[in-house]
């Protein structure tokens, strides 16, 4: 009977080690004192329905990037916990971790990194531009954005609830690769709680890749072809597609190695027919587009970002988009290039080595456009521009190493080493990290209504960048001297020492970065006043998002605009006879006074709760499939199904905003 009821959980699965009773006290103690401010300031009620059951695009874009930075520290703590270790692990002295634990927090950074920190940050920014690009209120499924965003909070539970309940987290690497994450040698919950952290959360990810799609697709402004759209807008549908494509892929990989661990079934085992190089090619023809994914928004965001700052429109935008298409496509076509060891032969190997170099092309395509657009330009190095020309040095950086790489003789040296763990960090951390924080810095005033303080922001970009080159430097040497991934000790004699000790002063200075970057919105919070964007446009900007307020309105634009050109608030400003003053915005100026606009009414979305609730019910079903508890498995899916049946049946999801209360919001918003 108490199998029945709890499965294989036992009192033993309570935290007992130094960690997992760290975390646990610590993730106790934080929730008391949210619910004690809650409390305190009455925030209850305010929370639940302005925030938690929002269907607007732009407050889940915030949600995500708050917990996106939640995510990101806890991933920060395990970069830095790898980096001590292996700085002390030397010769007699074996650190302060064991080999299991470092394995441990090695799978748990890379995890957390990539699908719930730089995915989260992305998300949120989609969902807070893109809309705003395309001149749309919402996007076309305002339900599943927020089921979309509930799922990915799920997984980000499920993959730290491992501290409170089981002790243990995978250890087989970032994409827990089998024989190692099978049954046999990887007995305890870890790899469950990895793959069932994925499965949510990529669903999530799933359902917002399809909603951005459509939303690009069908739901762009009256004027704006395809070829008139930003090019953060032509980016993210280019990763979306990737998402779309790639996605489903690693759904049905890792729900096949869980079929072999919970049925005894035999996909992916070393024995009895299973093969897990067939995992290693699934895994990896999801896991390459995903670097894309992850990187080419952020090539819109500087495109965005370099355009503006200059001064100047884009240099070749028909070229920009057909690299983004490019690079697109041809991510699915290099895969192999992740393990050129298994063995299949030369010719393959030729192929995928030289799909990766031609790959390198469209990227060298928009890097010259980039160059020639600040070229003659009047060039304002703000904090996004510092990121961006950061963004060139480390990049480039980076894709001569990954160039090198894609040669198979080379490789075979290489494969596995250290070199290709800094080859990865410098095209992520620069295509990836940077480019958020670029567009993060940059749409900081449309969202909040203030700008974040220049000085602490280019400080803490120069303290990001120095400290990568002192922290990823030295990786590419041990990688030539033949130090492995996931190396927990090592001899004196190897020589390995001065070079960790070095990589472990540079991530102390990414952390001074990190923390930098926290005192600056502190900072600038305290000064919004003196920072506040009363133009909508402090940048002087050349796309849809700027032509609103700053903070954006609920219901974003009050008359729909219409586009007739690219950058098109930039050629309605310069069009105008009268051009306003550097950073004031065309709303300071318009040509309809506020009291003659005609207003419409706006069908707006409602709030609704129910994506919380499908959320949670998935929730138990992964928890229960972790644990073996066959009843909760199948009361998780009841009640799931029973969520999408009541949300079928309602018959309030929106609700109208008259023209009246429309133009008494935009009249009490009135600039002076």
């Not at 108490?2 to 007992?16: E, K, R, V």
Request: with cysteine; glycine share 10%; net charge neutral.
């Amino acid at each position: 009977m108490a199998h029945f009821l709890f499965g294989n959980l036992t009192w033993g699965s309570l935290p007992h080690l130094w960690y997992t009773e760290g975390a646990t006290a610590s993730i106790a103690l934080m929730g008391i004192a949210a619910a004690a401010a809650l409390t305190y300031y009455k925030r209850w009620t305010w929370l639940w329905k302005e925030w938690l059951t929002s269907t607007d695009p732009k407050k889940i874009g915030v949600m995500y990037i708050v917990l996106a930075s939640l995510m990101f520290f806890r991933g920060g703590l395990d970069a830095i916990m790898i980096w001590i270790q292996q700085a002390m692990s030397s010769g007699a002295s074996h650190g302060y971790l064991d080999a299991s634990h470092l394995q441990q927090i090695f799978t748990a950074h890379g995890d957390i990194m990539v699908f719930f920190a730089t995915m989260g940050f992305l998300f949120g920014l989609i969902n807070l531009i893109v809309p705003l690009q395309i001149g749309a209120r919402d996007l076309a499924f305002p339900f599943l954005n927020s089921l979309g965003f509930w799922l990915y909070a799920a997984g980000a539970v499920f993959i730290n609830l491992f501290f409170v309940v089981g002790g243990e987290f995978a250890s087989a690497g970032w994409l827990s690769l089998p024989p190692l994450a099978e049954l046999q040698y990887s007995p305890g919950t870890g790899v469950d709680y990895w793959i069932w952290s994925l499965q949510i959360s990529g669903l999530g990810t799933l359902l917002g890749g399809l909603n951005f799609v459509v939303t690009i697709l069908k739901m762009r402004v009256k004027g704006m072809t395809l070829m008139k759209m930003p090019l953060f807008t032509w980016t993210s549908l280019c990763s979306m597609v990737l998402v779309i494509a790639s996605f489903p892929v690693l759904t049905a990989t890792t729900l096949l190695l869980w079929l072999d661990r919970f049925f005894g079934m035999h996909f992916f085992t070393s024995g009895f027919g299973g093969n897990p190089m067939m995992y290693v090619n699934l895994i990896w023809m999801w896991g390459h587009p995903e670097v894309y994914i992850l990187v080419i928004p952020s090539f819109g965001i500087f495109s965005e970002i370099v355009a503006t700052f200059s001064g100047k429109r884009i240099y070749g935008y028909v070229s920009m988009v057909c690299a983004a298409i490019s690079i697109t496509l041809l991510s699915f076509l290099v895969w192999l290039h992740h393990f050129f060891t298994m063995g299949s032969g030369a010719d393959v190997n030729a192929f995928f080595g030289i799909m990766t170099g031609i790959i390198a092309i469209p990227t060298g395509v928009q890097m010259f456009n980039w160059v020639m657009t600040m070229f003659r330009g009047r060039i304002r190095f703000t904090t996004p521009m510092h990121y961006f020309l950061g963004f060139v040095s480390l990049f480039t950086f980076g894709g001569m190493a990954g160039v090198l790489l894609s040669i198979p003789g080379a490789d075979f040296e290489l494969h596995n080493s250290l070199f290709l763990v800094a080859h990865f960090h410098t095209m992520i951390v620069s295509g990836g990290l940077f480019g958020i924080f670029a567009g993060i810095v940059y749409w900081f005033p449309k969202v909040t209504g203030f700008k974040l303080n220049e000085r602490l922001g280019i400080r803490a970009f120069w303290l990001w960048l120095a400290g990568f080159f002192l922290s990823f430097t030295p990786l590419y040497i041990l990688g030539f001297m033949g130090a492995t991934r996931r190396l927990d000790h090592y001899a004196v004699t190897a020589g390995y020492q001065p070079y960790f000790i070095a990589a472990a002063i540079g991530i102390c200075l990414i952390a001074l970065g990190a923390i930098t970057q926290l005192w600056q919105v502190v900072v600038s919070t305290k000064e919004r006043k003196q920072n506040q964007d009363t133009t909508g446009d402090p940048w002087d900007g050349r796309t849809l998002e700027w032509s609103t307020h700053s903070p954006v309105p609920f219901y974003s634009f009050a008359v729909t605009p219409e586009v007739h050109s690219r950058d098109a608030f930039w050629e309605t400003k310069i069009g105008r006879k009268e051009l306003p003053p550097p950073g004031i915005s065309l709303s300071r100026r318009e040509a309809i006074p506020p009291s003659t606009k005609k207003y419409e009414d706006i069908e707006m979305s409602a709030n609704t709760a129910m994506g919380i609730y499908l959320s949670a019910f998935v929730f138990l079903f992964g928890f229960a499939a972790v644990w073996h508890i066959i009843w909760l498995m199948l009361a998780g899916v009841i009640g799931a199904i029973a969520c999408v049946i009541v949300r079928s049946f309602d018959e309030h999801t929106e609700y109208t905003l008259t023209a009246a209360e429309v133009e008494k919001i935009e009249m009490a918003r009135k600039l002076p």
